[in-house]
């Protein structure tokens, strides 16, 4: 039998705010351990919550950008269960009345050749927990310690409908999906250090068929690819066992990296009652249209519209402007660097080629020593010939080392290109009598050999002839 | 008969002080002195701050010598034993916070922190103040002052009667569903829970959030509308404060009832339960304010019968939430021998809970449940919207509805510890004000024929203390029910 995948994925993205959700704590990594802590997110006896705005102005900001509805009354309630990096007994979050729902993600699969709208049911608000520490100094314990720097880090839970069908399209997803909250500056999207994080939902049905299956939800990945390969397993393993007619159990798994496979967790007997009510600690949250406008007004360009503008604006290929546009920093550093002068697809070429091998990550590109005005001096130095493209490269790599200004490198290590014919004719005429036989060869028809000689000039000259000229010289040499 | 020190009232003790005729040093000292005398009787208190309140006292003399004194500077005061106190133990009268030591203040310290009030000790209460007789306390129980057989009210037992006894100038207590005015009315007192908001709620120890609230326990009227002018006021760490301004007052304190339209619910006598004397002393009273100019009025409010229900699912889910915080993992009780984590969790919170809190935390966690929600919680929240919605119809015709506090004078030790039922309706007056959120005070308006205190309680509309100062500011005048003192010796 032919079986449909439905999945569905629940994203957690961390709030690039100062201050955590419910206190003035600071939302720094890797400070010490319950270093980042107060009375408050440490669910001290007779401490209150008190809701950082900066929370719900990121979250609104998220929400408009990916077309959501804002709600204009919402709620914050408690999710209660017991575990010890959890203060309170309850996490904070929003049950009931979300601050935003529907709205949609847009897929471009196949390469820009076909689009998908996955639709979200909601975005919501919520504190994160603390962190178990099972090992002090890399050392096993006996005990288990708790990290409460985490406790109370704002996050939104982004819910989507289950409407992704296949492991590569939750990838795109997830992509696009963070690729836009970095845009935003609303997450940072690092999913190592658990900003970004993905719980999926995943079940499969007879094609054609009108009823869902039973879901299976899936824990515990912690990147794109693990995630696809997650997804990957479990259809596969759903599918054998429906093949096989039994059943699927509705439960809870768990994604083993190394073995590759899911894991059970807990059945859905053993699913928590959260008992989620209203959080009476916190009033319902009020959003007011001109607040919405405000937010909206400050939402910058996203990553398809930029795409789209690259390739108009600056006769860029899709593919071109696919990595240009990948983050907002990249997508600057860009644009910063054409309006100076040089072609637009030079800089892309540069970009691509030279700069990203430099820059593992393009949303430090402005820690890069080659500032886009410095790119942009030498890219037109090339142009007006002043230097060979050649010795641009050398000239690149020099200014990665030094961060210098192209000009002075130039000028310092005597690159500028030599286009005198006279100078050009006496280095060509040493080439030729140091190459008789070469020079004998291409007479006889060898016209391999021309590129050689051209070689050998460049290389005589240290690479700063000017090769058109070379060119033209030189034919007009051999054939004299 | 001169009154002595510790008998006298902020007000009364304030204009001493300002003349410089006692200094606070002796006030406090004579407190103490009180204290001595009576409290292995009353045990109105859990802790006892006596070193620091006499420092507290001689740095409140000092501000006075430079002329900056202010109404509460100098004055010896008790606190329930859930609101924190920076270095000082807030046990919430549990033994899972016998011996929690808060790093802050609750919002309301502070402020009498400023005005340089002194700080007499910590107050008895029930446990995480779920009771209406103050027996639940994990320290034992205290005693009323005016039979020392009998319960002093609750969950502010121990403020009501360090108040009445004379162990204090005044205290502060917390009513969720009673807590303030109950024990008022039990011990002779005047007791007052203002409008939801009115007072932050930072550093009060949570039973039910959107139920609790701060207020005065005091021996007169003019002491609670002090009291109420230096508590109250937004907080920018409690969202549920509200942000307006506070009054003055003591410009509310008008002895006579002119204009003053009282309504009375028919709901509210001749029910079932409620003492016949308790009914009697409230009419009394209401004809007194007839007298010097209110006009009274039937009305009805018609939800109040379910009021007791919709009580006991809010406020025992909210509280089975609050109360989880309290694992053994960070702070107070942890159950002493190793033991992987699910136990750890049992054992400490079934040794450090007592019998009361743990009924509640079960109700409230039945209420929650998948599949019990919209029958329990959610129908007792739709229930509380009609119960406002009475008020806010009683308020259109009416500025102040009167009621007895309690169905009763106060009950023996242990009559009604063993039956929950009996206990909860103790607050059957009471606690449609907390679940509509309007403020209510309790004021003495009799003594039974044994001799015991009888409370009235007047509840006003939202944000309308004035108005109920006012009108008990009336029957305190033209009565003395609050010159009549327990003979405690
Ligand atoms: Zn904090």
Redesign the interface.
């Known amino acids: 039998m032919r079986y449909e995948t439905i999945i569905g994925l629940e994203v957690h993205a961390q709030l690039l705010t100062d201050s955590k959700i419910f206190c003035g704590c600071s939302t720094r990594f890797g400070e010490g351990p319950n270093s980042n802590t107060c ?1 408050v997110c ?10 950082n705005r900066k929370v719900v102005e990121l979250t609104i900001k998220a929400a408009l950008a990916a077309n959501c509805q804002i709600v204009r009354y919402s709620q914050f309630s ?1 999710k ?1 269960y ?1 575990y ?1 990096d959890l ?4 996490q904070i979050s929003q049950y009931e009345l979300p601050i935003a729902r529907g709205g949609y993600i847009e897929l471009e699969m196949d390469h820009g050749q076909s689009k998908k709208k996955i639709d979200l049911n909601r975005i919501h608000m919520e504190e994160d927990a603390g962190k178990l520490l099972h090992e002090l100094d890399g050392v096993p314990a006996d005990h288990s310690y ?1 990290d409460f720097n985490r406790t109370g880090v704002p996050l939104i839970e982004i819910v989507s409908e289950p409407h992704i069908n296949t492991p590569e399209e939750a990838g795109e997803y997830l992509r696009i999906l963070r690729s836009m909250l970095q845009y935003l500056e609303v997450c940072d999207g690092n999913m190592e250090q658990g900003s970004f994080r993905c719980d999926a939902n995943i079940s499969l049905r007879p094609k054609g068929a009108p009823v869902l299956g039973t879901k299976v939800e899936i824990k515990n990945m912690n990147s794109f690819r693990n995630v696809m390969r997650a997804l990957e397993y479990e259809t596969g393993r759903q599918s054998s066992l429906l093949e096989s007619g039994e059943k699927i159990l509705q439960e809870t798994r768990l994604w083993d990296v190394n073995q590759g496979i899911t894991e059970s967790m807990r059945s859905k007997e053993e699913a928590h ?1 959260y ?3 209203p959080d ?4 319902p949250l009020v959003i007011d249209d001109a607040w919405i406008d405000e937010i909206r007004s400050t939402l910058p360009e996203l990553p398809r519209e930029k795409k789209e503008r690259f390739v108009k604006e600056y006769a860029l290929p899709e593919y071109d402007a696919a990595i240009l546009t990948a983050t907002r920093q990249l997508a600057d550093y860009f644009e910063e660097c054409v309006r100076l002068g040089p072609q637009p697809k030079v800089v892309s070429n540069w970009i691509m080629g030279d700069i990203l091998r430099h820059v593992p990550d393009t949303r430090d590109i402005s820690q890069f020593p080659v500032t886009p005005s410095h790119l942009a001096e030498m890219l037109l130095m090339v142009d007006k010939g002043t230097i060979s493209g050649k010795i641009a490269k050398i000239v690149f790599e020099e200014m990665v080392a030094s961060g210098r200004m192209p000009q002075f490198i130039v000028a310092e290590k005597g690159l500028v290109q030599v286009s005198d014919e006279g100078a050009l004719e006496k280095a060509i005429q040493e080439v030729l009598n140091a190459n008789a036989d070469q020079v004998e060869q291409y007479r006889q028809g060898k016209e391999k050999v021309f590129g050689f000689l051209v070689g050998q000039v460049m290389k005589a000259t240290k690479g700063k002839a000017n090769p058109q000229v070379v060119n033209e010289l030189l034919k007009k040499m051999l054939a004299g | 008969m001169t009154k002595a020190l510790s008998q006298m009232t902020i007000h009364e003790l304030h204009e001493l002080l300002k003349k410089r005729a006692v200094s606070s040093r002796e006030i406090t000292q004579a407190v103490y002195q009180r204290i001595d005398a009576v409290e292995p009787r009353v045990h109105a208190y859990i802790t006892l701050t006596r070193e620091t309140a006499l420092k507290q006292a001689a740095a409140a003399d000092e501000k006075t010598k430079q002329g900056t004194i202010q109404p509460l500077t100098g004055i010896p005061l008790a606190i329930k034993d859930l609101l924190c106190t920076a270095g000082i133990r807030t046990t919430c009268g549990s033994k899972i916070l016998e011996q929690f030591i808060p790093p802050y203040n609750a919002t309301v310290i502070s402020r009498l922190k400023e005005q340089r009030a002194v700080l007499v000790g910590k107050t008895n209460m029930d446990e995480f103040a779920m009771g209406s007789s103050t027996e639940t306390s994990y320290f034992g129980p205290t005693a009323n002052p005016w039979d020392l057989e009998r319960v002093p009210g609750g969950s502010s037992g121990g403020s009501a009667a360090a108040v009445a006894a004379d162990e204090c100038i005044a205290a502060l207590g917390t009513d969720t569903g009673g807590s303030i005015r109950q024990p008022a009315a039990c011990c002779g007192i005047v007791g007052m829970k203002p409008t939801y908001g009115r007072v932050s709620r930072f550093g009060l120890i949570a039973f039910a959030s959107s139920l609790d609230q701060i207020g005065p326990m005091t021996k007169d009227v003019t002491d609670t509308a002090l009291l109420m002018n230096y508590i109250s006021g937004h907080d920018p760490r409690d969202s549920t404060a509200v942000n307006r301004e506070v009054p003055d007052y003591t410009r509310a304190l008008i002895p006579d009832a002119k204009g003053l339209r009282l309504g009375v619910p028919r709901e509210y006598f001749g029910a079932s339960g409620i003492d016949p004397e308790v009914e009697k002393a409230v009419w009394e009273a209401l004809r007194i304010l007839e007298r010097q100019g209110a006009t009274l009025t039937e009305i009805t409010l018609p939800h109040t019968e379910y009021a007791v229900a919709a009580y006991y699912l809010i406020a025992p889910a909210e509280a089975s939430s609050n109360l989880a915080r309290y694992d053994g993992v960070k702070y107070g009780y942890r159950h002493p021998k190793e033991t992987d984590l699910r136990d750890m969790y049992e054992i400490t919170r079934a040794e450090g809970f007592g019998a009361e809190v743990k009924r509640r935390i079960m109700l409230g966690t039945y209420a929650l449940s998948a599949g019990y929600y919209d029958a329990y919680y959610r129908k007792a929240s739709q229930v509380r919207t009609l119960i406002r919605q009475d008020f806010e119809e009683a308020f259109k015709a009416c500025d102040l509805i009167v009621t007895p506090t309690a169905p009763t004078p106060p009950f023996r030790q242990g009559e009604k510890l063993n039956n929950p039922l009996q206990m909860y309706l103790s607050d059957i007056f009471t606690i449609p004000a907390n679940l509509a959120g309007l403020p209510g005070i309790s004021i003495p308006c009799g003594l039974s024929s044994r001799g015991l205190p009888i409370g009235l309680q007047i509840i006003g509309n939202l944000f309308e203390e004035e108005k109920i100062i006012h009108g008990a500011y009336c029957l305190e005048q033209n009565s003395d029910w609050h010159l009549t003192k327990p003979s405690l010796a």
Do not use: I, S, W
Not at chain 1, 42 to 51: A, H, K, N, R, T
Not at chain 1, 87 to 90: E, I, Q
Not at chain 1, 280 to 283: A, N, S
């Open positions: 009375p440490l669910g001290m006896p007779g401490v209150l919550p008190v809701l408690r209660n017991f010890p203060p309170k007994g309850y708790v009652d008992r989620y009510f009476p600690d916190l009033v």
